[in-house]
């Protein structure tokens, strides 16, 4: 018997190599990756179209350039979001020479084609405005100070103390939940127990409990549709 929430799936996927293993796509959702780009590393302008990139730092500094005249530098706890749409391209890299740096980076499919491509960025001191635990980063209505995304979509960052807990509830019914331990040795939630790299896929859920059992925690939710009604 499963606890506090009304449960009826869910896939418990390890990080054991670059990027998160999974049969399919988790409703709109076809890429996570968690990546290092070691010191010095650059990926060279290329383009992109029709999709919702959302990357969020986590350590180091990369930098940015893009076709729309964009040359930023990104740090921890930045967020940007590209919507593609009909065509961009854009080139970036790690600043250092000594140090690694480290994003996730999420490829989401938008709800409209071929719409004026745009970049926008949460920088960290403004996500840190929101009150609470849980920091909204993304959603379709850039509610909260977030980034707006053409996708019934919210990603959102939680941060636990060491025996903390948070409950969540769906937007939806027919949302799916997906959830991405950044940092944490021992994360419960119902009968599981995560650490750094684990994913879950929920489906079908009222409520969910999650708690940093011995030290602090971070992870990445993703709340989307899983269905086209």
């Known amino acids: 018997m499963l606890k506090n929430a009304d449960f009826q799936g869910f896939t418990l996927f390890n990080l ?10 988790f409703g709109p ?9 070691f010191p010095g590393s650059f990926l060279g302008m290329h383009p992109h179209s029709n999709v919702e990139i959302v ?5 180091g500094e990369e930098s940015h350039e893009d076709t729309l005249g964009i040359h930023e530098h990104y740090f921890p706890g930045d967020v940007q979001l590209i919507s593609a749409g009909s065509g961009i391209r854009h080139s970036g890299g790690n600043t250092s020479s000594f140090t690694d740096a480290r994003h996730l980076q999420i490829w989401i499919q938008p709800g409209k084609f071929n719409t004026n491509p745009r970049v ?8 840190e405005l929101q009150p609470g635990r849980m920091k909204l980063l993304v959603s379709p209505d850039g509610g909260k100070g977030s980034l707006q995304i053409d996708q019934q979509t919210w990603i959102s960052e939680i941060t636990l103390n ?14 799916g939940l997906m959830l991405y331990v ?12 995560l650490q750094t790299g684990d994913t879950l896929f929920v489906s079908e859920w009222d ?17 989307t549709k899983l269905t086209n009604g």
Do not use: C
């Not at 054991?16 to 796509?25: F, L």
């Not at 990357?55 to 350590?59: C, E, K, Q, R, W």
């Not at 926008?120 to 996500?127: E, N, Q, V, Y």
């Open 29 to 37: 959702v076809y890429v996570f990756n968690d990546d290092t780009m």
């Open 120 to 127: 926008s960025l949460l920088k960290a001191a403004d996500k």
């Open 162 to 175: 060491a025996g903390e807990g948070y409950e969540l509830h769906p937007r939806s019914i027919t949302n």
């Open 207 to 223: 409520q969910l409990k999650i708690t940093a059992d011995d030290v602090p925690a971070k992870l990445i939710l993703i709340e």
């Open 182 to 193: 950044i940092d944490g040795q021992k994360v419960s939630l119902l009968d599981e127990s």
């Open 16 to 25: 054991g190599e670059q990027g998160t293993k999974r049969s399919g796509n």
């Open 55 to 59: 990357t969020v730092m986590i350590a």
